[in-house]
């Protein structure tokens, strides 16, 4: 029973984890409409640079926490507002084949600044203990990432949910025409949304790094789950994207212990499951 206890702190973990990952993501889809395939390049970039930072220049946790989401954040402006915009008006699939060749750009980028070895970010020292449950000790870090993904669920949801901003958002989605009709910059909207995606994606990536690590081609990895996290919670929902990212890290952690050759496969097994039952994800709106 300890064991299972155990397992299944690890699957919350790990799940928050992702949600952390993938919020960005479900955010740009739900508002935008637009599926970032290189979100897990900005991703990259965060644990990356926030990397740098602790190794290099300010061996400071805190200060890569801060500097590398809104560094992250700026690149998503300048992807958003130079190459993104101009295929608003051309359809799904253009903004799928741009973003996804700014994975490859970025993958690029990265080895030649980075290298291919494999990196990580020290955890700050005050998280640097463990502390026992269920009998088993676990690294305070981790708890300290349930709490967090936690924090930023409950952030998200009321934002989306309950703000005037929120109502604005979604109405932009619904029908921008009408939005820009009553004198509201549905561009503006837009970009800063985009923007907020990007520095969630940094945030996860700073955040992660203690746990997963840095290595080559860790963003596609990386964004294969949160596509997983995405499809199961359903498109754009903040709520569903918790959910599943909870979802997932259970499944994957306890096959990993108990069938670890066959744990990738449970999780797309069960994606493929719930989109049969539920094609719009568990949470997720009806795509019209």
Known sequence: ????????????????????????????????????????????????????????????????????????????????????????????????????????????????????????IPVPSIFSGSIAIFGQTFPVYRIAVIIVGIVIAVLLWYIQEKTKWGAIIRAGLSDKQMVSALG???????????????????????????????????????????LVVLVIGGLGSISGTLVAGLLVGIVETFSRFLVPELSMFLVFGLMAIILIVKPNGLLGKKVA
């Not at 253009?94 to 973003?99: D, I």
């Not at 949304?193 to 940094?202: E, R, S």
């Open 184 to 226: 509201i910059n549905i561009k503006l909207v837009f970009t800063i949304v985009f923007v907020i995606g990007g520095l969630l994606a940094g945030f996860g990536g700073v955040v992660a790094g203690p746990i997963l690590g840095l290595y080559p081609s860790m963003e596609f990895q990386t964004l294969i789950l949160a």
């Open 1 to 120: 029973m300890d064991i299972i206890g155990a397992q299944l702190v690890n699957g919350v973990s790990y799940g928050l984890l992702l949600f952390i990952i993938t919020c960005g993501l479900s955010l740009v889809f739900g508002i935008l409409g637009v599926l970032n395939l290189a979100h897990g390049s900005l991703y990259m970039f965060g644990a990356y640079i926030a990397y740098s930072l602790t190794a290099t220049y300010t061996q400071s946790f805190w200060l890569a926490l801060l500097i590398a989401p809104i560094s992250v954040a700026l690149l998503a402006l300048v992807v958003e507002l130079i190459l993104l915009r101009p295929t608003y008006q051309l359809g799904h699939l253009s903004q799928v084949l741009l973003t996804f060749g700014l994975a490859y750009v970025f993958h690029d980028l990265a080895s030649i600044i980075w290298g291919s070895n494999v990196l990580s």
